[in-house]
Structures are given as C-alpha cells and as structure tokens.
C-alpha cells in the first residue's frame, strides 16, 4: 500500500478499543482476506473498509495496517456465499480479496 | 485537487489534466469493452482470483461476477468522462459522485500500475528520475508522471470524503 505525506493528520488515538472491534472467530467457517498491493493508498484502503463492512474509522485503520504490514489480513467471517459477496464488493472497489476457509 | 464544497467537492482541471484522465480511463472503457484476455496483467488485476489455491473454482465464481463487476467498471469511469470536460475547468462533485470518481480512479491506478509493473519496491520518484534521465519523451516517463499525478489527486479525495 501507498502512503501520501499530503495534509496533517490527527495522531492515531492512543486508547485500546476492546469494546465492538475484534474480529472474533469462533467457528466461523469461511473468512475474506485483504491482501497488500502496491498501488492502493493506505488511506483509500481504510476509506473502503469503513464504507462496506461499516467499521469505525479506527477499526478499519487497524486492518489496514495489518494488511499493509502483515501482507494480507482477515476482514470478515461467515458463512461461505456472504464471504464471497463480500470479495466481489472489494473486488469492485480494486482491492484484491479472496475467499478461505476460518 | 480536490477540496470540500458544500455538500461534496470541488477542483480545477488544466486542460493537459483532463486530457490525460480521460484518456486513460477512455482505455479502460475499451480494454473491458470486448473479450476480456486474462493474460493482461491489468484484466488480471481487476478481476483477481477469488481462491488463491483454487484456479478452477476462481474461474467458475469469476463466471458470476465478471458480467457485473466489468459493467460497474465502465459505468465508473464513464461518469468521470461524463464530468470532465476535455478543455479542463471547475468540476465539482456530489458525495456519490465522488464515490464514483474514488472508484474510477482506482482502476486508473491499478491499470497504470500494472502496466509499469509496479511493486512494492518501486519508488516512484526515483522511477521517473531513470526515465527521465534515460529518455524524457518516453512513453514511461509520461506513464509515471501520471500516475504520480493520479495518485495524489486520488488523495486528496479519500482526504474530502473522510474529513
């Protein structure tokens, strides 16, 4: 992913969000992965995130820097045919997403 | 660049700005306009594998979704050429247009990107710095340039709609 040094933004907040956000997987059977590419922006990344699964703004930073550092991270779980809509609709906003098993 | 207007956004187009917009997304139009060749690395990338070890049910959901994703694709960029007049100017966008115009040029990144085979090692600057050095009229010294320029107008954007 891509980083552009454009504007001043506000610092990460500092606080550990434990409420709504992690991913928890219990016996999720199927999961949709985020991988890294090396042309979308960081802030376009986090922007989608937060568009289609409606995380918070922190929520989907966080996945993103997981995807940006880990080089792919988990963005949803379900059943199987949602996690493949779910690929499809990243598909569309140029994220390259694919479908596994949880 | 883009900036917040009222209830979405505004910016002012050169008219070599324009052009080169319109042209690249006028590509994509045509790339996904006839049989699609997965062989291209920019197809490729807009229709990605949905199992990564699984190619022949990769290509069976791709049987699904292609039909509507290329179709949303060419809306996409349409609307930008629909927008942007070729002498440049003032363009201003509603919120779901800017949504639109996010999407479009995306796809104009990632069609440029794969064609200059972008990785995550390329540093673009130095990139273009090469190129120019090498040969300044090349098509890769014009490629670079304007995906450096899509890349921050695509910023500034993401900067509007986030705000």
């Keep these: ?102 | 660049m883009f900036v917040r207007s009222g209830g979405g956004c505004v910016a002012q187009f050169e008219q070599t700005e324009a052009v080169v917009i319109r042209e690249v997304l006028g590509e994509i139009i045509e790339l996904l306009s006839g049989r699609l060749d997965y062989r291209d690395p920019v197809i490729n990338r807009f229709f990605p594998d949905m199992y990564v070890n699984d190619a022949s049910l990769s290509a069976e959901m791709r049987r699904y979704t292609e039909t509507d994703l290329r179709s949303v694709k060419v809306e996409q960029a349409q609307e930008v050429l629909d927008c942007l007049p070729p002498q440049g100017g003032r363009v201003f966008l509603t919120t779901e247009q800017s949504e639109i115009w996010l999407r479009a040029l995306t796809d104009a990144r990632l069609a440029l990107g794969a064609r200059l085979n972008i990785t995550a090692e390329t540093n673009i600057d130095e990139e273009l710095d090469e190129a120019v050095m090498r040969d300044p009229t090349s098509p890769q010294v014009g490629n670079l340039s304007v995906y450096e320029y899509l890349t921050f107008l695509q910023e500034s954007l993401v900067g509007v709609l986030m705000a």
Excluded at chain 1, 50 to 69: C, I, N, P
Excluded at chain 1, 77 to 99: C, K, N, P, Q
């Design chain 1, 1 to 102: 992913m891509v980083a552009v040094a454009m504007t001043a933004r506000a610092a990460p907040v500092q606080e550990v969000d434990t409420t709504e956000d992690e991913l928890v997987l219990p016996d999720t059977p199927w999961v949709t992965v985020v991988w890294d590419d090396p042309v979308n922006l960081m802030s376009y990344v986090t922007w989608v995130f937060q568009k289609l699964f409606g995380y918070s703004r922190d929520k989907a930073e966080r996945l993103m820097l997981d995807v940006h550092h880990k080089g792919k991270a988990v963005v949803s779980a379900g059943l199987r045919e949602r996690m493949e809509s779910d690929a499809a609709r990243l598909h569309a906003y140029g994220l390259w997403a694919t479908v596994d098993r949880g």
